[in-house]
């Protein structure tokens, strides 16, 4: 079925630095992809919606600066977190619609952590 | 606004027994309504999906009820086992062409033998 892989699986970083999280579809072209975060105990929330080949779409409230999302083939799509502070500790998943089948397949989250 | 709502942070159920997990939305323009299944720290696995159109859905173990006068939908898990145990996630995506999906707040399921 269709998987996408998604790396780091956690990451640690200082405050003020860039981390970026990737997302790759292996067995299927995804031309669109969502990045959601979830914080502790609550509801994933759509960060943003990227297109291959065009810009993201974010959603109220989301800094698109602080939030950079690429998705420059149809296999990628990745997230940076740049000047991380430590109230952008969440955990991160992004998702890609997959036409052929029924529902969204998700990867499997990134645990950021900034001290 | 909270579109998408599971009002039961919680469920206990016994091995063998059903499990009903509820939704409800307020979005009419949802057409699509999918349950996911989550563990800590992995990301959500797909369970089942219920076009608006349709009123049920069954697969295996897991059944959907939708009840759009209702703007109502329902998990069944029957019989739930302890493997069952997980957050469960309701789902709903608009009507829009990219399909961007709205995640109620989730219900903790806990299956003892």
């Known amino acids: 079925g269709a998987v996408v892989s998604q790396h780091p699986s956690w990451v640690i970083c200082k405050s003020g630095t860039s981390v970026k999280i990737e997302c790759r579809s292996l067995?299927?072209?995804?031309?669109?992809m969502f990045w959601y975060r979830q914080f502790p105990k609550q509801s994933l929330m759509l960060m943003a919606t990227?297109?291959?080949?065009?810009?993201?779409?974010?959603e109220q409230g989301v800094e698109k600066d602080k939030f950079l999302i690429n998705h420059a083939s149809l296999t990628l799509s990745t997230l940076t977190v740049t000047s991380a502070h430590p109230e952008d500790s969440s955990f991160y998943i992004c998702?890609?619609?997959?036409?052929?089948?029924?529902?969204?397949?998700f990867g499997s989250g990134t645990r950021l952590t900034v001290v | 606004d909270q579109q998408v709502k599971q009002n039961s942070p919680s469920l206990s159920v016994q091995e063998g027994r059903i499990s009903i997990l509820n939704c409800d939305y307020t979005?009419?323009?949802?057409?699509?309504f999918l349950w996911y299944k989550k563990y800590p720290a992995e990301g959500p696995t797909f369970l089942i999906s219920?076009?608006?159109?349709?009123d049920k859905n069954e697969d295996g173990r897991f059944t959907v009820f939708l009840n759009k006068s209702a703007k109502h939908l329902s998990l069944h898990i029957v019989p739930s086992q302890p493997g069952d145990s997980a957050v469960y996630f309701c789902?709903?995506?608009?009507?829009?062409?990219?399909?961007?999906?709205?995640f109620g707040q989730g219900t903790i399921l806990t299956v003892h033998p």
């Open positions: 998702s890609a619609r997959v036409r052929a089948l029924v529902g969204y397949t």
């Open positions: 067995d299927f072209q995804a031309t669109t």
């Open positions: 990227s297109n291959e080949g065009s810009k993201a779409t974010y």
């Open positions: 979005n009419s323009m949802f057409d699509y």
């Open positions: 219920i076009s608006s159109i349709k």
């Open positions: 789902a709903a995506r608009g009507g829009t062409s990219y399909g961007k999906l709205t």
